[in-house]
């Protein structure tokens, strides 16, 4: 597919941290790091429907700190119709990976994820989904 190039003009302040973002996650560019966001934005904006789509929700925590473990607990328990199972498995000493399976509508695993995920003290989640239906 040919590149097309464009011009895009940031605050000073947004512009350093998405070259916080580059390095830290390994892009090769900004261009790059832009892709990446547009095709995630893209795709997430496509999952809020009413599609039955199954999957995956993976979260990286300490597990060193209780309240991580009670908040996910909570919030697993108000999605329980579509989680199917969910599972930990401890890394090492530190850091926990904690993996939902789910099937439901779109919108609602959407909703789970985005809970789960902004936990504070995740350092790490994602949501992968597949249609169902």
């Known amino acids: 597919m040919a590149l097309k190039r464009f011009g895009v003009s940031l605050e000073q302040e947004l512009l350093e941290l998405l070259d916080k973002f580059v390095d830290e996650n390994g ?3 900004r261009s790059q790091a832009i892709r990446f966001f547009v095709e995630k934005n893209i795709a997430e904006t496509k ?3 009413d599609n039955v789509v199954a999957g995956t929700i993976i979260i990286m925590y300490d597990q060193s700190k209780q309240d991580i473990v009670s908040k996910i607990t909570s919030i697993q328990q108000e999605y329980k119709d579509v989680i199917l ?6 890394l090492d000493e530190a850091f926990c990976l904690h993996i939902a399976t789910v099937k439901g509508v779109a919108h609602r695993l959407t909703s789970l994820s985005d809970r789960l995920i902004t936990i504070k003290g995740i350092k790490h989640g994602k949501l992968v989904m597949s249609r169902a239906d």
Do not use: P
């Open 27 to 29: 892009f090769a560019n």
């Open 85 to 90: 199972s969910s599972s930990q498995y401890y």
């Open 47 to 49: 999952w809020q429907c």
